[in-house]
């Protein structure tokens, strides 16, 4: 079993940066993981994915060039630092872990599931 805390939401002017960190405990997070945001009444939907062990890479068009995607197999840990924010980019982000690659894109895919964290870009 995985547990999965995501942390570094919070409340960003546009223009702006903030870095999301993944934590995975209970055991190794050898597995792909993915990043989803939810907007408050809206679906979840994907933002990023990065493969196990870092190889590979994928980002939604809307956050292509602004967010990076990156892991620290080390310490366990899946980053997503986010530049440039946009009003848009307000959403519940989530991060989740176990999905083939070839559905990175489909969060019911996705075995493990973090509680989410908030991040607001304000305008």
């Known amino acids: 079993q995985v547990q999965l805390v995501e942390s570094g939401g919070g409340l960003v002017q546009a223009g702006g940066s903030l870095r999301l960190s993944c934590v995975a405990s209970?055991?190794?997070?050898?597995?792909?993981v993915g990043w989803f945001r939810q907007p408050l009444g809206e679906e979840r939907s994907f933002v990023s994915a990065?493969?196990?062990?870092?190889?590979?890479?994928d980002y939604a068009d809307s956050v292509k060039g602004r967010f990076t995607i990156s892991r620290d197999n080390a310490k366990n840990i899946v980053y997503l630092q986010m530049d440039s924010l946009k009003p848009e980019d307000t959403a519940v982000y989530y991060c989740?872990?176990?999905?083939?690659?070839?559905?990175?894109?489909?969060?019911?895919?996705?075995?493990?599931w973090g509680q989410g964290t908030q991040v607001t870009v304000s305008s």
């Open positions: 990065i493969s196990w062990p870092g190889r590979l890479t």
């Open positions: 989740a872990a176990g999905s083939p690659w070839a559905t990175m894109t489909v969060f019911s895919r996705y075995n493990y």
């Open positions: 209970g055991r190794t997070l050898s597995t792909n």
